[in-house]
């Protein structure tokens, strides 16, 4: 019969600090809850911004002071509600916070909707904010554009899943120039002689000799949610999009 030795005071020394490590290695319990008890509602940049706040307000919902002014370096801000933030990002953007799980909610204009068109969003809501349109714009004076009489364009946009979408319904082979802003230039530099564009009041289209060809749809914000979200934490969400819902028929929460 074999007698084993206890381990030496040494060897328990390094077999303790071992397991000391490891522990220090795996998660906390309060880390994972504290994470999964906050929700994050993404806010676009720029105009929108500000027409966010009276609906936010319509929901109980105060985000402290600074996020609505566009100088401000933070991105997070606390909000009145302990469990929910909010983070301020270029519209373009807002989709895929939320596409992503960054961020359960977000404002988004339809416009970026149609563009990425990602299943993982589920868009419960119009606010009825945001109004503007998506156009085919072309230089002032300019040929007409017949449809039937093209079978390729060059158009500059942010849109390229739009623009081309667009055209080949009209069976036309769209080459898009994709471009972040300034669109409005580029029929007069020889960019592209057609632009796709959101349009508002026009100013802008006729300030730079642009004139609307067609609309390609009138846009608006949505209210969107994570659908993972949705699924894994319906009564919360589902909250959300109750007092969004109520804020739309004017309603104040308290």
Same mark, same amino acid.
């Given at each position: 019969?074999?007698?084993?030795?206890? #381990?030496?005071?040494?060897?328990? !020394?390094? %077999?303790?600090? $071992?397991?000391?490590? =490891?522990?220090?290695? *795996? +998660?906390?319990? &309060?880390?994972?809850?504290?994470?999964?008890?906050?929700?994050?509602?993404?806010?676009?940049?720029?105009?929108?911004?500000?027409?966010?706040?009276?609906?936010?307000?319509?929901?109980?919902?105060?985000?402290?002071?600074?996020?609505?002014?566009?100088?401000?370096?933070?991105?997070?801000?606390?909000?009145?509600?302990?469990?929910?933030?909010?983070?301020?990002?270029?519209?373009?953007?807002?989709?895929?916070?939320?596409?992503?799980?960054?961020?359960?909610?977000?404002?988004?204009?339809?416009?970026?909707?149609?563009?990425?068109?990602? #299943?993982?969003?589920?868009?419960? !809501?119009? %606010?009825?904010? $945001?109004?503007?349109? =998506?156009?085919?714009? *072309? +230089?002032?004076? &300019?040929?007409?554009?017949?449809?039937?009489?093209?079978?390729?364009?060059?158009?500059?946009?942010?849109?390229?899943?739009?623009?081309?979408?667009?055209?080949?319904?009209?069976?036309?082979?769209?080459?898009?120039?994709?471009?972040?802003?300034?669109?409005?230039?580029?029929?007069?530099?020889?960019?592209?002689?057609?632009?796709?564009?959101?349009?508002?009041?026009?100013?802008?289209?006729?300030?730079?000799?642009?004139?609307?060809?067609?609309?390609?749809?009138?846009?608006?914000?949505?209210?969107?949610?994570?659908?993972?979200?949705?699924?894994?934490?319906?009564?919360?969400?589902?909250?959300?999009?109750?007092?969004?819902?109520?804020?739309?028929?004017?309603?104040?929460?308290?």
């Amino acid at each position: 019969m074999t007698v084993r030795e206890p #381990p030496s005071f040494s060897s328990r !020394l390094v %077999l303790e600090a $071992g397991l000391m490590s =490891l522990s220090a290695l *795996a +998660p906390t319990a &309060a880390a994972p809850a504290s994470a999964a008890a906050s929700l994050i509602l993404a806010l676009p940049k720029g105009r929108i911004l500000a027409e966010c706040g009276p609906l936010l307000a319509r929901a109980g919902l105060h985000p402290a002071p600074d996020y609505s002014d566009e100088g401000s370096r933070r991105l997070r801000f606390p909000t009145n509600e302990p469990g929910l933030d909010v983070v301020r990002v270029r519209s373009f953007d807002v989709a895929t916070f939320v596409a992503f799980g960054a961020a359960a909610l977000g404002i988004c204009g339809s416009d970026v909707l149609m563009e990425f068109d990602y #299943p993982e969003i589920y868009a419960p !809501l119009d %606010l009825d904010i $945001g109004h503007c349109r =998506l156009v085919v714009a *072309a +230089p002032a004076g &300019a040929p007409e554009i017949k449809a039937h009489r093209l079978s390729r364009v060059r158009v500059a946009s942010k849109y390229p899943n739009v623009t081309r979408r667009h055209f080949a319904r009209q069976g036309i082979q769209a080459e898009i120039v994709q471009l972040s802003g300034a669109m409005e230039l580029a029929p007069g530099l020889g960019l592209a002689p057609l632009i796709v564009d959101l349009v508002q009041t026009g100013a802008t289209l006729a300030a730079n000799g642009l004139v609307e060809v067609e609309t390609i749809a009138h846009v608006s914000s949505r209210l969107i949610v994570n659908r993972m979200a949705l699924k894994t934490r319906p009564e919360l969400i589902g909250h959300w999009i109750e007092r969004f819902r109520a804020a739309l028929g004017g309603e104040e929460e308290r």
